[in-house]
């Protein structure tokens, strides 16, 4: 059983700027960030592999950055720029022989 435990959402102004983290109970190959929108499906924002190799969505991309500490087993979301699109609950995701999310982290940004 892995337990994620995330951190750092909140309100947040249109172009400013907010970090997400969520820290694993174990080391897990791929870690990622989704989100999503009452009444929607949950879609990617990125994912990131133990040897660093990432993945974004087109809407993230240049403005969102994920990274992650393996030694402390923690994937970090750093958000700029952020839009009021980008309001959602984040939720982090380890994906190992099945996937496991974490509790969810509401962000709105207000415009």
């Known amino acids: 059983q892995v337990q994620l435990v995330e951190s750092g959402g909140g309100l947040v102004q249109a172009g400013g700027s907010l970090t997400l983290s969520c820290a694993a109970s174990?080391?897990?190959?791929?870690m990622g960030w989704y989100r999503q929108v009452s009444g929607k499906q949950r879609e990617l924002v990125a994912t990131?592999?133990?040897?660093?190799?990432?993945n974004y969505a087109d809407s993230v991309k240049g403005r969102f950055t994920i990274s992650r500490d393996n030694a402390k087993n923690t994937v970090y979301l750093q958000m700029n720029s952020v839009k009021p699109e980008d309001t959602a609950v984040y939720y982090c995701?380890?994906?190992?022989?099945?996937?496991?999310w974490g509790q969810g982290t509401q962000v709105t940004v207000s415009s």
């Open positions: 995701n380890a994906a190992a022989i099945r996937n496991y």
């Open positions: 174990t080391s897990i190959f791929t």
């Open positions: 990131i592999t133990s040897s660093g190799s990432t």
